[in-house]
C-alpha cells in the first residue's frame, strides 16, 4: 500500500508538472528512435460533459462565466488538436439536452448535428437527454453520426432498444481502447412517463463486468468508462468515487451529472489495488478535459499527463 501510494503522489505531481512534454520525459530512458520506431504510442483522449444545449458562448454581461464556450471555438480547439495529434478520441459523458431555446425550439437535432459536425465518438445518456421522453430522444438519433453507450440500461420494452451499445472498441495504431457506459438512476429525477419502462441495473455490478470483459476477453488496452453517475456525494449514493473504489480494470472514469469542475483528474485505488482515473470539466462547454496517454510497446507500461482546455481560444496545460 505504502508503495501505491508513492505512485500516486509521483503521479500528481507529473500531473501539476503536466504537457505532453513531461509525458515524453516519463517515457524516457527511450531514445528518440523509439518514437520513430513507434514504440510509444501517443493517445489523446478528448471529452466534454453536461453541455446542456449551450450553443452559443455565455454572454458578456459581467457574470462568472461570460464569454466562456461556444460550439464553435470548441469545433476549433478538437480541430487545432486532432492537426497536431495522430489518435485521437472525443467522447462525451451524456446531458447533452436542455437548457438553452435551441432545445426548446428544434428538441436536441442542433446539439446531435453539431456534435457529429466535431466528430464525436461516442457519448452516454444523461437524464436530461430524456426531458422530451425517449420518443424525443429517439427522434433525434438519426441526426447523431455517433454511438450512445450505456451498458447498465434494460431498454428492450422500449422505443431504444436496438439503437444503443454497452460497450465499443477503438483501434489507435494498434493499441485497443474499450469505451462503456453507465447512466443515473432516473427513479425520482425524471418524470416516469419520459422513461417508461427503462429498468435501472446496478451499476457496479455492470462496471466490474464490462471491465473485465473487455480487458480479459477483448485484451484492450485501456478500459474507459462514460459515467453519468456524478462525482461525488454527501449521502449514500453510487457516484465516481464509489464506483472507482469498488470495482477492477477500469483505467478511467470520465463523468458527468454534478458539473464538477476537477482542475486536476482524480486517481482512486481500485479493488485490484491499482489507479482508477476520475476526471470531469464542468458543464456548458466551457472546458474540454485532455488526457494524453503515452503507450510504451516494449513494457507494455503507460503514462498519462492531464490538461483543462479552457473554451475560450487558450489551453492552459
Do not use: W
Amino acid at each position: 500500500m505504502e508503495e501505491l501510494l508513492s505512485q500516486m503522489t509521483n503521479r500528481r505531481d507529473f500531473l501539476k508538472k503536466g504537457g505532453a512534454a513531461a509525458g515524453l520525459i516519463a517515457l524516457s530512458g527511450l531514445p528518440f528512435s523509439a518514437f520513430a520506431n513507434e514504440e510509444i504510442v501517443q493517445l489523446t483522449i478528448l471529452h466534454t460533459n453536461d453541455v446542456h444545449s449551450r450553443i452559443d458562448p455565455f454572454p458578456m454581461d459581467g457574470s462568472r462565466n461570460q464569454g466562456m464556450g461556444g460550439v464553435a471555438r470548441r469545433a476549433a480547439l478538437v480541430s487545432q488538436i486532432r492537426k497536431e495529434q495522430k489518435n485521437v478520441l472525443l467522447l462525451d459523458a451524456g446531458d447533452v439536452f436542455m437548457g438553452t431555446p435551441y432545445f426548446n425550439m428544434f428538441g436536441g437535432e442542433l446539439e446531435f448535428k453539431l456534435m457529429s459536425d466535431m466528430g464525436y465518438d461516442a457519448s452516454t445518456i444523461g437524464n436530461h437527454d430524456l426531458d422530451n421522453g425517449i420518443e424525443g430522444f429517439v427522434k433525434q438519433l438519426p441526426h447523431a453520426k455517433f454511438p450512445f453507450l450505456v451498458s447498465n440500461y434494460e431498454m428492450s420494452n422500449t422505443d431504444l432498444k436496438g439503437k444503443t451499445q454497452p460497450y465499443k472498441i477503438f483501434k489507435k495504431q494498434g493499441i485497443k481502447i474499450g469505451v462503456f457506459g453507465l447512466g443515473i438512476e432516473l427513479a425520482g429525477l425524471v418524470d416516469k412517463k419520459n422513461y417508461g419502462d427503462l429498468v435501472y441495473q446496478d451499476p457496479i455490478a455492470k462496471a466490474n463486468e464490462m471491465a473485465a470483459m473487455l480487458k480479459n476477453e477483448k485484451k484492450c488496452d485501456l478500459i474507459v468508462c462514460l459515467s453519468h453517475l456524478g462525482y461525488k456525494y454527501k449521502e449514500e449514493k453510487v457516484s465516481d468515487l464509489v464506483l472507482a473504489k469498488s470495482t477492477r480494470n477500469i483505467d478511467l472514469i470520465i463523468g458527468g451529472h454534478t458539473h464538477t469542475f476537477l482542475k486536476l483528474p482524480e486517481d482512486v485505488v481500485n479493488l485490484g489495488g491499482t489507479i482508477t482515473t476520475i476526471n470531469q470539466v464542468g458543464f456548458a462547454g466551457i472546458n474540454l478535459g485532455r488526457l494524453d496517454y503515452f503507450f510504451d510497446r516494449s513494457s507494455g507500461k503507460k503514462k498519462m499527463v492531464a490538461a483543462v482546455c479552457p473554451v475560450d481560444g487558450r489551453c492552459i496545460v
